[in-house]
C-alpha cells in the first residue's frame, strides 16, 4: 500500500477531490487552509500573502499509483497552483483493509 499527500492550491482543492473520485479513489483526510512557504511562494492566509493550500492524505494500492500520479500530473499543471505528491510505504496495523 501508499500513503500518498498531495498539497494543492486551497482553490483548487475541488478539481483533485473530483479527480481522486474519478479514478477510484474512495477515502481521503484533508487538512484544509494550510499556510507555509514553498516553489510557489508564500501562502500565509493573511492580507499581504492571502493564498493557501490543502493538504490530503489518502492510502492506495501500490498498483494504482501510476495511474493516480499521471492523472494528476496531466490535470495539476500551472492553473492547479503547483500541486506536489508525495508517496511512502503504508502497512495497516489495525482497522479496514489497507
Not at 508564500?42 to 492510502?59: K, M, N, Q, W, Y
Not at 493516480?68 to 505528491?85: K, Q, S, T, V, Y
Not at 503504508?90 to 483493509?97: A, C, K, Q, Y
Amino acid at each position: 500500500m501508499k500513503m500518498l499527500m498531495i498539497v494543492v492550491d486551497e482553490a483548487k482543492k475541488e478539481e483533485l477531490e473530483i479527480l481522486l473520485n474519478d479514478a477510484g479513489v474512495d477515502g481521503y483526510t484533508e487538512i484544509p487552509r494550510v499556510m507555509g512557504m514553498g516553489d510557489t511562494g508564500p501562502r500565509l492566509g493573511s492580507r499581504a500573502f492571502p493564498r493557501t493550500s490543502a493538504v490530503i492524505f489518502t492510502v492506495v494500492a501500490a498498483d494504482r499509483l501510476r495511474q493516480i500520479r499521471e492523472r494528476i500530473e496531466a490535470c495539476c499543471g500551472p492553473d492547479m497552483g503547483g500541486a506536489h505528491m508525495m508517496a511512502w510505504d503504508v502497512e495497516s496495523m489495525f482497522g479496514g483493509p489497507a
